[in-house]
């Protein structure tokens, strides 16, 4: 499982990723949460650009054919992208879920520590039976 956790990026306990770059930060779900959902059929984002996020609120929904899933902002901060792609093309999350399955991106200036690195994910999805 750790193979398939990037460790570029910084995690969530609800299995969100989140590429930090500068004061921008892109968000989307793990391959792990991918493995749990089964195949995407509905990427549902209720936030539009410009709104502000609240780390740990929901931003949206993931649909698929085992479940509903919510969507949790992983840091406080302001809406500057959508991947609208998901609209029509919700798989990209279960072919690409670290690329093309991008769901938001997020400006903020908040503490990032309580995101966790690459290993300490690893660690909470092994500790969660993944």
């Known amino acids: ?64 054919v085992k479940t509903l899933s919510d969507l949790f902002a992983p840091v406080d901060g302001k809406l500057v992208a959508i991947n609208t792609d998901l609209d029509s093309k919700p798989e990209f999350v279960n072919e690409d879920c670290y690329g093309k399955g991008w769901m938001v991106v997020l400006e903020t200036t908040a503490d990032l520590s309580e995101l966790m ?5 690893a660690d909470h999805v092994k500790a969660s039976g993944g």
Do not use: C
Request: hydrophobic share 35%; charged share 20%.
């Open 1 to 64: 499982m750790s193979d398939s956790i990037p460790d570029t990026l910084q995690y969530t306990k609800d299995h969100e990723w989140a590429k930090v770059e500068g004061n921008r930060v892109t968000v989307g779900i793990t391959a792990f949460a991918v493995e749990q959902l089964g195949d995407i059929t509905l990427v549902n984002l209720d936030a539009k650009v410009g709104d502000t996020l609240t780390s740990g609120k929901g931003f949206g929904t993931i649909e698929s």
């Open 117 to 121: 690195s690459a290993q300490a994910y």
